[in-house]
């Protein structure tokens, strides 16, 4: 067991490349914790394709090392070489776009059937675009005694900032108006959203995108993750609450940060039960 997981170290130091933290601390580590015969057998070997800043806020050492305890190992993918000459993986896990990527995935999923691809192409394909990935919640159609989950009214604008005024007067969408790229894969302008007061300003706008209706939510949101069985809910602060008196005072369009990623956690926060529910920690 020890040799096997001997082979794997040094796959992993062979694949590892310098973005990792200090190897040498890790790597002591590891061998310190297997010699001990602490350390779980390696049960999986997940090979990984991501950008080297999701590698770096998503592949913490704190998660690897507790991956590791639990008998399973990252492995970095060579995108410069062929994937069916590295592993053996039992998952690949990945966060890359575009069509060779895509081709690559699915020629490995072919002549590796046994390999868990996270996920195939065809799979999240629908995420690329906020229109078709609203459309799988708006489907859903989900209502109960609590209430219903919907999406917000939306309008796609694929081209011509001129005409948007007259299809937002057309569709009936009420101001303030929150555009967002069209597009999201993952790169920063997809997250470049901004918030429309008024309809002289929509033309300054930059197509491909979605135009939602501002819902006021109180300044908190609910993000919810889930992993099969697994079901995580997390506050996020949010926009605050756009009053009809400063809609009426307030003109252009501006450009928000992305004021709800992990830092603006909000599951500490003494929030207006109001807005929060009393029991929703
Ligand atoms: N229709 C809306 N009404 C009110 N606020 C909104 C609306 N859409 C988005 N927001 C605000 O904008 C923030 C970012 O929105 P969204 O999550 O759609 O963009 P994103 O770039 O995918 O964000 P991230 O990837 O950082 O989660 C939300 O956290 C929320 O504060
Ligand atoms: O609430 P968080 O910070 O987890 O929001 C994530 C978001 O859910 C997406 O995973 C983003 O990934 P991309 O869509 O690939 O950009 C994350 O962005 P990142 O640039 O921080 O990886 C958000 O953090």
Known sequence: MVVENMRMLRLMEENRDTTMVDED????????VLNEGLIEPIKLVVGFALTSKKRKSFLQPKFEGLARLKGIVFVAIDQDK?????????????????KDWQQVLEDYRQTHPEV??????????????????????????LSDTYGNVNVPQQL?????????????????????????????????????LSLAYDQYSLQKLEPPLVLQEFVNHGGVLFKVFIVGEAIKVVRRFSLPN???????????????????CAVASADDADLDPDVAGKDSK
């Open 25 to 32: 601390d890790e790597t002591k580590t590891i061998k310190k």
């Open 82 to 98: 062929p994937l069916s000459e590295q592993g053996p993986f039992d998952i690949v896990l990945h966060k890359l776009s575009g």
């Open 116 to 141: 868990t691809v996270l996920d195939p192409p065809d799979a999240i394909k629908h995420l690329h675009n906020r229109q078709s990935m609203l459309q799988v919640v708006a489907d859903l159609n």
């Open 156 to 192: 796609v604008i694929k081209k011509d900032a001129s005409s948007i005024a007259l299809k937002v007067a057309k569709e009936r969408l009420r101001l303030p108006l929150v555009a967002k790229p069209l597009v999201s894969d993952g790169s920063a302008k997809s997250h470049e």
């Open 242 to 260: 756009v009053s009809k008196r400063q809609l009426s005072r307030t003109s252009g369009v501006y450009r928000f940060p992305r004021v709800s």
